[in-house]
């Protein structure tokens, strides 16, 4: 399956895919590239280049005004990263604000330097990681910066 985002919105792709319990992966080519691997219509895995994982995949744009996707049944495997419908909701709502924290922020990759903790050293710190080193979620980082 492939087509225009602009013909059919990715929202509609994702609930394709949950419904008809495919098994695959999802490639999205839009201003930010991102994949979305899934098994038995459930969201196991994906990201953006090679930032890998929910929060990669809670920072990609949910609805992307242009672009194309494709989908490739294939084998993968993997346990799902939480039920469909919730983890759809999160992807929504943070995929919104991310948007709002990095027109702050820049990047994630970006290094900070300053009075906060995990910030407070002399070389400074990226998001990224402070989030690793605090064993945070990397957007509960990026929101406090």
Do not use: K
């Not at 992966?25 to 895995?45: H, K």
């Not at 994630?108 to 002399?122: A, C």
């Amino acid at each position: 399956m492939q087509g225009l985002l602009s013909d059919l919105p990715l929202l509609g792709v994702l609930e394709l895919i949950h419904t008809t319990r495919q098994t695959g992966v999802l490639e999205v080519q839009a201003d930010v590239p991102f994949t979305v691997a899934f098994v038995n219509g459930e969201i196991v895995s994906g990201g953006i280049l090679d930032w890998l994982g929910s929060e990669a995949l809670h920072a990609s744009p949910m609805l992307p005004e242009s672009g194309m996707f494709t989908f490739e049944p294939r084998a993968v495997t993997g346990t799902p990263l939480g039920a469909y419908g919730h983890f759809s909701t999160d992807w929504a709502r943070i995929s919104d604000e991310w948007g709002q924290v990095c027109g702050v922020i820049g990047s994630p990759s970006r290094v900070f330097q300053g009075q906060l903790p995990l910030f407070d050293v002399p070389q400074g710190r990226s998001v990224r990681a402070a989030a690793r080193e605090a064993e945070v979620p990397l957007f509960q980082v990026a929101q406090v910066v």
